[in-house]
């Protein structure tokens, strides 16, 4: 990657956003760069289709990447990951913790005509994020009410407290405003809206022709001013990887985001100066590599068997050989880009050492047998990315050194749910855990026992502590953001000392888009968000 | 009229054989770990048990296995495939969408292999154990041993990237918007590639097919009495031996156009062209069982109709054979 070419787009995105925010022309912006033009077409790598599109019912990227353009969210992120209102102007909680407040940007209109107003934010927080929406439905479980003393008023009524700086971190991506007068009759999950979205976005729904592209053009009636500059944006279905790097090199695509491209081709894109490949702008879209045990299994149940394996697997060596600039060494559940939560690398860590890893199987009791093979496990790798595949491939070798055979079982997206949070059928598995800006949002979940089976990306592991469980409980309630952030210090020192899932690798998706945008990644989420203010030079 | 009866006869006799298949794969779809909620799921990236709960009973998931096959084969005799559920739209409509890339890719990619497989099966033959043979029957194995998928990569990187002469994927121009012939030639740009890599793994074994046919052919008994009869060679492979050359090829095609409909799910992906074979890839990775079973029913139709044809072709091209 060319350092220094990001650093001077990095600069200059930050500039012209600051500038356009603040509305006024910055004598030293004509001398710095080129005046932002109008118009052109954005092409898009879509790489998974969805069932539906409104992100007021699916939270995931692969909605957000065409319904955040269209649908708007009542706050977003900033620049440096702080919150910045977006249908909402301001906001305000109550001492306790138990009412905040919504004022909402006035005089905006859905794409259909039809004003937006607190009507809107209600229906929506009460029918979709907390019936529907994944992870909504957890966040707004304590949801009671939403009233709406006026059009630009939304107060949302809490049972217990609801910590502010949670909820602003959840709702970039759990606050999609959906459209009530298009959703109150009959099924929410069926309505025709969710495949041709209406939103308050800077992009209109034009077209989607399954299996071949989605279209959205420029509405002309948007609330911010000069915006957007973009005349459309075509999302191109394209399941095959290499194809699309292809396309990227034709011409065809502008972008690709959420890591699309394999990883060879990001390797080899980011030499060629037509292209700018870089995991800026994915911080808020952080994961960590899994390693997930199952108690069921009476040799993984012991703690010094799990801290073995951890100790047996050369993590430096397998990012350094397999992931390359893209990946860096986790040391939890709450990566390092997580500046509001994370807690340092000073947690209970397991550095390679073999050695070590053969010493704590022989004291727990698993000497080598006859081949030298201790017992064996069935390891099951998801099917979300290559880098899942090599990491798995990766564990059974390393294993196999220490006298553990390992049988690496694979399947498609649905079986793999299903066998590991539902049948529990699994020894080992690995996948990917999505931290989403707040622990409380879809980590903390992977630790909390009493998690319905069937449920995924939960506890399934047949582990319980009741330390850990009280930990996440008062975290979760905790208004005070100091204690908050102790509190999840410590959930991090007692899950890595008790290991019952091991996080060991961190990785931002990454972006792979052409040098003539401008505006882009200007956001730890800015694949999700709306693109008001992208524009393509010339 | 005796056609018409024939057809009636064939499709008579394929309804068990099609009701055997749909069952077939009914049940193994059922062996496969998760339905298409746990797809759901996956592809959400999460969600709560309450909700999964729902969503089975909305899909009618939580009936018996037997209950379910029961209800499908019950709907299907009144002709109603169900409705998808990942595309939430009635099946038949789904299947109507990608049928036309499909049938066009198929027919072009079938009919350039059948044609040069032809012409290069000839000239191979003519020349038999000369460099004109050994040069095809060379290529022909090259490309018979090539994986679709790198010679449709390698194909868009040189056509598209670097010469920059045809559209490197997609089914027609999204940026403007053409009607008329003008939309056909655009559609026909798109189809260059895919039809390339589709049909030279093809082409191999017609070549390979026709040339051993045409050797058959040449040391007939009829053949030396054409000889003999002071035509030109020419005149004898085109008036005398091609038509019985041809025999196995057709047999052949009504073989293959079952399996282009299946083998086009890489070349749909690599071209990203929106067709059955990536309909069925992806509806069986979100356990989409009445796309699925659609697919198969309408596969199966199709084949069923191309050897009908096939049958046909059989009795003109030699009288001997009749359509009986």
Redesign the interface.
């Given at each position: 990657m060319d350092l220094t070419r990001l650093e001077i787009n990095r600069r200059t995105a930050l500039l012209t956003s600051a500038a356009i925010a603040a509305n006024v022309i910055n004598p030293m912006r004509a001398f710095a760069q080129e005046t932002p033009r109008k118009g052109g077409?954005f092409n898009v790598h879509y790489a998974?289709?969805?069932?539906?599109l409104n992100p007021s019912i699916?939270?995931?990227?692969?909605v957000y990447i065409i319904g955040g353009k269209i649908q708007e969210n009542l706050v977003d992120l900033d620049a440096n990951g702080q919150p910045v209102g977006v249908l909402a102007e301001s906001w305000e909680a109550s001492p306790d913790g138990k009412t905040v407040t919504f004022k909402l940007r006035k005089g905006i209109t859905w794409h259909d005509g039809k004003p937006f107003t607190s009507a809107d934010v209600e229906f929506t927080a009460m029918n979709m994020w907390k019936k529907?929406l994944?992870?909504g439905?957890?966040l707004q479980l304590f949801l009671t009410a939403v009233e709406t003393p006026d059009a630009e008023t939304a107060i949302f009524k809490y049972e217990r407290p609801m910590p502010l700086n949670l909820l602003l971190r959840a709702l970039p991506d759990l606050g999609y405003i959906s459209a009530k007068h298009l959703y109150e009759n009959g099924d929410i999950?069926?309505n025709p809206t969710?495949?041709s979205p209406v939103g308050t976005g800077p992009f209109k729904f034009v077209k989607y022709?399954?299996?071949?592209?989605i279209?959205a053009d420029r509405n002309e009636n948007y609330w911010r001013p000069n915006a957007p500059y973009l005349d459309r944006i075509?999302w191109?279905?394209?399941?095959?990887r290499?194809?699309a790097a292809?396309?990227m090199?034709?011409g065809?695509l502008h972008y690709a985001p959420f890591s699309s491209l394999t990883i060879s081709d990001l390797a080899r894109l980011s030499k060629d100066k037509r292209f700018i490949v870089s995991t800026k702008g994915n911080e808020g879209n952080a994961r960590t590599n899994t390693l997930e045990f199952n108690f069921r299994r009476k040799e993984l149940s012991d703690i010094k068997v799990r801290r073995a394996i951890a100790h047996a697997i050369n993590v430096p060596f397998f990012i350094d050989n397999f992931l390359g600039d893209f990946a860096k060494l986790g040391t939890g559940p709450i990566p390092s880009t997580s500046t509001d939560f994370y807690p340092g690398p000073n947690t209970p860590q397991y550095p390679y050492d073999k050695a070590k890893a053969a010493a704590l199987l022989d004291e727990a009791g698993f000497k080598p047998g006859r081949g030298g093979t201790r017992f064996s496990l069935k390891l099951l790798p998801a099917p979300w990315g290559e880098d899942i595949s090599l990491w798995s491939t990766f564990i059974q070798q390393s294993l196999g050194e220490i006298g553990i055979p390992v049988d690496i079982v694979r399947?498609?997206?649905?079986?793999?749910?299903?066998?590991v949070y539902?049948?529990h059928a699994f020894d080992l598995a690995t996948g990917w855990h999505?931290y989403r800006n707040d622990p409380a949002v879809?980590t903390t979940v992977w630790y909390r026992s009493g998690q319905?089976?069937?449920?995924?990306?939960t506890n399934q592991w047949g582990w319980e502590d009741k330390n850990v469980d009280k930990t996440i409980d008062d975290a979760a309630t905790e208004v005070d953001p100091v204690k908050r952030k102790a509190l999840y210090a410590q959930f991090v020192k007692e899950v890595n000392t008790e290991l019952p899932v091991w996080m060991p690798i961190e990785q931002i998706f990454v972006t792979t888009i052409t040098a003539k945008a401008r505006n882009h990644s200007n956001t730890p989420r800015w694949g999700s968000t709306s693109w008001h203010d992208l524009w393509l030079s010339t | 009229m005796r056609i018409l009866g024939l057809a009636g006869r064939r499709l008579a006799a394929s309804i068990p054989t099609l009701i055997l298949i749909l069952i077939g794969v009914f049940l193994l779809l059922q062996f496969a770990p998760g339905d298409t909620v746990d797809a759901m799921m996956a592809q959400m990236g999460g969600g709560d048990a309450a909700t999964a709960r729902e969503l089975r009973k909305f899909y009618g998931l939580d009936l018996s296995i037997p209950t379910q096959l029961g209800n499908y084969l019950w709907r299907l005799v009144r002709l109603d495939l169900g409705f998808s559920s990942i595309y939430g739209k009635p099946v038949a409509s789904v299947i109507l969408e990608r049928l036309p890339p499909t049938i066009l890719l198929m027919t072009a990619s079938l009919s350039f292999a059948f044609f040069f497989g032809l012409v290069f099966g000839v000239i191979a033959a003519r020349g038999v154990n000369r460099w004109p043979d050994t040069l095809i029957s060379t290529l022909g194995l090259i490309f018979y041993a090539t994986p679709s998928f790198w010679f449709g990569l390698m194909a868009i990187v040189v056509f598209s990237v670097y010469l920059q002469w045809l559209p490197p994927g997609g089914f027609e121009d999204i940026g403007t918007v053409r009607t008329g012939i003008w939309r056909v030639f655009d559609i026909a740009s798109h189809l260059v590639l895919p039809t390339l890599t589709l049909g030279l793994i093809f082409l191999a074994i017609y070549l390979r097919i026709m040339r051993a046919s045409m050797l058959e052919v040449l040391n007939l008994d009829y053949v030396r009495t054409a000889r003999a009869k002071g035509l030109d060679e020419t005149r004898v492979v085109t008036r005398h031996v091609l038509r019985n050359a041809l025999l196995p090829m057709v047999t052949l095609i009504g073989l293959q156009a079952g399996t282009m409909l299946g083998g086009s799910v890489v070349v749909e992906s690599v071209f990203s062209l929106p067709g059955l074979g990536r309909l069925a890839y992806e509806s069986v990775v979100q356990r989409d069982l009445n796309t699925l079973l659609g697919i198969v029913f309408v596969s199966a139709l199709l084949v069923i109709s191309v050897n009908f044809v096939v049958d046909l072709i059989y009795a003109r091209l030699d009288p001997r054979i009749t359509a009986g």
């Open positions: 077409v998974a289709e969805q069932r539906q699916q939270a995931s990227t692969g529907i994944n992870y439905s957890t999950r069926q969710n495949l022709e399954r299996g071949q592209y279209i075509v191109r279905v394209i399941t095959d290499s194809a292809a396309q090199e034709a065809e399947n498609d997206g649905g079986g793999f749910l299903k066998q539902d049948e999505q879809s319905p089976k069937g449920a995924p990306w | -």
